[in-house]
């Protein structure tokens, strides 16, 4: 299997399967004397951790990540652990598979999943939780966004859960010191009681539901990404597609801007008090042209229900019979939930990336500007 891999300069490998001994990443191109500390990296896993209420899986995994390379810290650097610029492989083993809970689906496929595609292209598909096709890769991938978020210093990325089946939260009570109260990720704490019973019901159904997730940048510089091919934004899609169970992005007003006028959507300039535009308005979410404009940058991107559900669903087996498929095992009733923080990683990986590639082709790095 190929395509592991993504990224330009800062280029990220991701490796392991759900029910493999560990799973983890290699992370080339980190510029060099960037403090990183495990701990740093700890703290973005932790939030995306199973287990931690009832609306998500309950498997057990600590996620400790080991960083095997790319790092040192002598009496030179004070002591601080210090990136070298040679590649930072990160390791989270696993240690609460429950392969047995897949052995009846072995033969089996099960609706709305990537079973029957993987079988089909590679003639062999690992059936313990879906292998590479798991949620549990994008572990490596949030690992990997905290040594992104080092390169980008000044820049802040936040992410937070917007929708939930066919509820959406309030804009007016949009606060982004709730995300964290909450198990949801939510930014209205109103939404965010009204979801807990909502999910509930759909949890004891033994059903699941999608959501949608918003991830910010504040602090973005001007001049990131290039034309035609090098764009911003069509890389920053691109990522969040990768995500496991999305299936659409949008930046800024997205799909909406579609039910605008011209006058309506244009982001309205005035000039700045630093010699530089102020825009009045966002409608197209920090970038114009495929390139950032120094506004917040603004994505979106849907995430369908978890295809591993109790209820029984009309499939076929790999000899082409028919057969009902429900899924037993731990899984989450809206994988969208614990989607946030990959959401901010995966905006993490591409925005270092530009900003390297900006550097190579310029010559300088840009201004990081203030919101």
Known sequence: MSHNSFGHLFRVTTFGESHGPALGCVVDGCPPLIPLDVAEIQADLDRRRPGQSRFTTQRQEPDQVRILSGVFADERTGGH????????????????????????????????????????????RDYRGGGRSSARETAARVAAGAVARKVLAGVTIRGA????????????????????????????????????AYL???????SSV????EVVAEGVPVGLGAPIYGKLDADLAAAMMSINAVKGVEIGDGFAAAALRGEDNADEMRPGNDGRPFFVANHAGGVLGGISTGQPLVCRFAVKPTSSILTPRASVTRDNRPVDVLTKGRHDPCVGIRAVPVGE????????DHLLRHRAQ??????????
């Open 81 to 124: 652990q210090l990136t070298t610029g040679t590649p930072i492989a990160l390791m989270i083993e696993n240690v609460d598979q429950r392969s047995k809970d897949y052995s009846e689906i072995r033969d089996s496929y099960r609706p709305g999943h990537a079973d029957y595609a993987y079988d089909a292209k590679y003639g062999i």
């Open 210 to 213: 999608g959501a949608v997730i």
């Open 345 to 352: 990683a995966m905006m993490a990986c591409v925005l270092a």
């Open 161 to 196: 859960l917007v929708q939930i089946g066919p509820h959406a939260i309030d804009r007016a009570r949009f606060d982004w010191d709730e995300v964290q109260n909450n198990p949801f990720f939510c930014p209205d704490a109103t939404a965010a009681a009204e979801w807990a």
């Open 200 to 206: 509930d019901g759909i949890r004891k159904a033994g």
């Open 362 to 371: 310029v010559g300088t790095a840009p201004a990081f500007q203030p919101e």
